[in-house]
T-cell receptor, first 110, second 114 residues
Framework: DAKTTQPPSMDCAEGRAANLPCNHS???????VYWYRQIHSQGPQYIIH???NNETNEMASLIITEDRKSSTLILPHATLRDTAVYYC???????????FGAGTRLTVKP | NAGVTQTPKFQVLKTGQSMTLQCAQD?????MSWYRQDPGMGLRLIHY???????DQGEVPNGYNVSRSTTEDFPLRLLSAAPSQTSVYFC?????????????FGPGTRLLVL
């Protein structure tokens, strides 16, 4: 699986959009980009995933660059409850595991 | 349904003791896996299973055994606990092979080995 690079920490004001970047320059054509988050040592929670098109669900939007070497997770209106560690994971088809890096610690401030 | 459940929530062991961490899922998922998370770090895969009777090693398998006799259960055994195994352990499951399948995690077991 391709490696990912994320900033170790970010802050965001409550009510503003949180934009979390992820670099995955060695991604290959059959690998998907997944985002999970972990709130205060709970089990990781799935957010969104995509291959090459931008994706949106009730939690977030995922923007993948045209060359697929980077992506951005967007939380449109961050709340205090979105404070968590966010993991960007690149995973290949039929791959049996998910490799988590250190992630980005997002702190949403009032 | 309950999703992925883990027991116990907390455990303290002495060096050399053995124990089994339990994991169960009621979603009829084929894939199950065990991760450990050390303080300030991401999750690392210990073992995984692609179906009943089939298991394989992940990134950090040493010191741990697994078996998968049923679809629902995937216990993790520590044969002789060591302080280096102090960690939070997460069990996860997903429905099948396709990469689009979402992985669901349990609440974790916090283990302290003295």
């Amino acid at each position: 699986d391709a490696k990912t690079t994320q900033p170790p920490s970010m802050d965001c004001a409550e009510g503003r959009a949180a934009n979390l970047p992820c670099n995955h320059s060695t991604i290959s054509g059959n690998e998907y980009v997944y985002w999970y988050r972990q709130i205060h040592s709970q089990g990781p929670q799935y957010i969104i995933h995509g291959l090459k098109n931008n994706e949106t669900n009730e939690m977030a939007s995922l923007i993948i660059t045209e060359d697929r070497k980077s992506s951005t997770l967007i939380l449109p209106h961050a709340t205090l409850r979105d404070t968590a560690v966010y993991y960007c994971i690149v995973r290949a088809y039929n791959n049996n595991d998910m490799r988590f890096g250190a992630g980005t610690r997002l702190t949403v401030k009032p | 349904n309950a999703g992925v459940t883990q027991t116990p929530k907390f455990q303290v062991l002495k060096t050399g003791q053995s124990m089994t961490l339990q994991c169960a899922q009621d979603m009829n998922h084929e894939y199950m896996s065990w991760y450990r998370q050390d303080p300030g770090m991401g999750l690392r895969l210990i073992h995984y299973s692609v179906g009943a009777g089939i298991t394989d090693q992940g990134e950090v398998p040493n010191g741990y055994n697994v078996s998968r006799s049923t679809t629902e259960d995937f216990p993790l055994r520590l044969l002789s606990a060591a302080p280096s195994q102090t960690s939070v352990y997460f069990c996860a499951s997903r429905r099948g092979r396709a990469v689009q399948e979402t992985q669901y995690f349990g609440p974790g077991t916090r283990l302290l080995v003295l």
